[in-house]
């Protein structure tokens, strides 16, 4: 299946510090994003990269894709109690659509 | 834009009962997908449209379950007859292109949706 995975499903870590997430997927794809779900409401896109690219900065935020390992990673830098939320992966594959992970859960303490 | 506007927010209903669940799309946006999003099975694509034509239905779970987009600005998913496994919350969502291209999908707040 091209379904990506998070990993971990929870991540608790102290406000300032960083968060990392990462997601594997199985099949060939075009891009990969990341998305953000705060508790009682819809997924918000955060950033994409595409399958030719490496890296990809948004204000704290960091994605790296490794097409020969099949996984991507999103990097949260100097978290906030804010961040709080869960974060999916979702990839696409040329002619199909989006597909989503399940999600990590993370918690930002204060 | 106002985003993607879904109605009802919250439905408590009975086993048995018609569901109706309403979605506005972002104006311009040529697709529109319904998704199902529950603990045990996470977020699951039912249906998408393009241009207001259904392309894929194949993740509808059964035939008590349809879609409709009778225009560009409106889209409706029906239940009927509701069961108690139909409970979760129901996404729609909006986007330029197919996953394949550069855009994304703008999803609306949910519709949470309690079958007794």
């Known amino acids: 299946s091209q379904q990506g995975e998070e990993d971990p499903q929870a991540l608790s870590i102290q406000e300032g510090e960083n968060a990392t997430m990462n997601c594997s997927y199985k099949?060939?794809?075009?891009?990969l994003q990341w998305y953000r779900q705060n508790s009682g409401r819809g997924l918000v896109h955060l950033i994409l990269?595409?399958?030719?690219?490496r890296e990809k900065h948004s204000g704290r935020l960091r994605v790296t894709l490794d097409t020969s390992k099949k996984s991507s990673s999103l990097l949260i830098t100097a978290s906030r109690a804010a961040d709080t939320a869960s974060y999916f992966c979702?990839?696409?594959?040329?002619?199909?659509?989006?597909?989503f992970g399940p999600g990590t859960r993370l918690s930002v303490l204060p | 834009d106002a985003g993607v506007i879904q109605s009802p927010r919250h439905e408590v209903t009975e086993m048995g009962q018609e569901v109706t669940l309403r979605c506005k799309p972002i104006?311009?946006?040529?697709?529109l997908f319904w998704y199902r999003q529950t603990m045990m099975r996470g977020l699951e694509l039912l249906i998408y449209?393009?241009?207001?034509?259904?392309?894929?239905d194949s993740g509808m779970p059964e035939d008590r379950f349809s879609a409709k987009m009778p225009n560009a600005s409106f889209s409706t998913l029906k239940i009927q007859p509701s069961e108690p496994r139909d409970s979760a919350v129901y996404f729609c969502?909006?986007?330029?292109?197919?996953?394949?291209?550069?855009?994304?999908?703008?999803f609306g707040a949910g519709s949470r949706l309690t079958v007794l």
């Open positions: 969502a909006s986007s330029l292109q197919r996953g394949s291209g550069a855009n994304v999908l703008t």
């Open positions: 099949t060939s794809i075009n891009n």
């Open positions: 990269i595409r399958s030719n690219e």
């Open positions: 979702a990839t696409a594959r040329l002619g199909q659509n989006f597909v």
């Open positions: 104006s311009g946006h040529d697709y």
């Open positions: 449209f393009n241009n207001n034509v259904p392309i894929d």
